[in-house]
């Protein structure tokens, strides 16, 4: 199957049976989504969403965050992982954010990725939800699915995998083909054993193809 067969396959299969797609944290404004996106590097959505409520309660903007230190917003998210170094991210990120921006989350990715704790990922993450833009972040879900898939090739690290699939997938629909990919690996293409069988993409998988189907065969 060639490449944009497989490409092609996918993209229509997505879009008659998930034509919603969207992010599972739970945000109000763009402030919100930035700290939840840092509170959710090698943490779970659902973690993150029983951790917010209580953060935005007392930290309900970044001019409020912003005077906290670390050791203030720690008790907040203790059971989030890395609380330690995410504490020290959120309150320099806030501080930045007021003092260089007014207290609001730039648009510009260059200009987010900036703030402590802001990646490549998280800011791709952020312009994509908030302002549609035209980015695949790439995180451990969407890297694990596309190789499987075969969308991506010898891919070796996330940024890699990005290149391919916004060099596949037309532009107008990378915001949205980002939580295609993650739903499908968070709750179908899972990375221990894969719901094959619940899976309605087999028939453009490279992994079903050369594993699940070859072995039935035998």
Not at 28 to 50: F, H, M, W
Not at 81 to 107: D, H, I, Q, T, W
Not at 198 to 210: D, F, I, V
Request: proline share 7%; with cysteine; charged share 20%.
């Amino acid at each position: 199957m060639t490449t944009k067969a497989r490409y092609a396959g996918v993209i229509e299969w997505f879009q008659s049976h998930m034509p919603v797609a969207e992010s599972e944290l739970h945000y109000g404004n763009p402030y919100e989504l930035l700290v939840s996106v840092i509170l959710s590097a090698q943490c779970t959505d659902k973690r993150v969403n029983i951790t917010t409520p209580a953060l935005f309660a007392a930290f309900p903007t970044p001019q409020a965050m912003a005077q906290a230190t670390p050791e203030e917003i720690y008790p907040y998210i203790k059971s989030i992982s890395y609380p330690n170094n995410k504490a020290r991210n959120l309150a320099g990120m806030a501080r930045m954010l007021c003092e260089e921006f007014g207290g609001e989350v730039p648009s510009d990715l260059d200009q987010l990725r900036r703030l402590p704790g802001v990646g490549r990922k998280t800011a791709n993450v952020v312009g994509a939800v908030i302002w549609q833009k035209e980015v695949m972040p790439v995180d451990t879900h969407v890297f694990r699915v596309s190789a499987r898939i075969g969308l991506s090739r010898n891919a070796k690290t996330p940024l890699q995998t990005e290149l391919q699939l916004e060099k596949n997938i037309p532009s107008h629909l990378l915001p949205l083909a980002h939580h295609w990919l993650i739903l499908h690996g968070r709750y179908v293409c899972v990375a221990r054993a894969p719901k094959c069988g619940e899976c309605g993409l087999t028939p453009w998988c490279k992994y079903y193809a050369e594993t699940v189907a070859k072995a039935a065969a035998k």
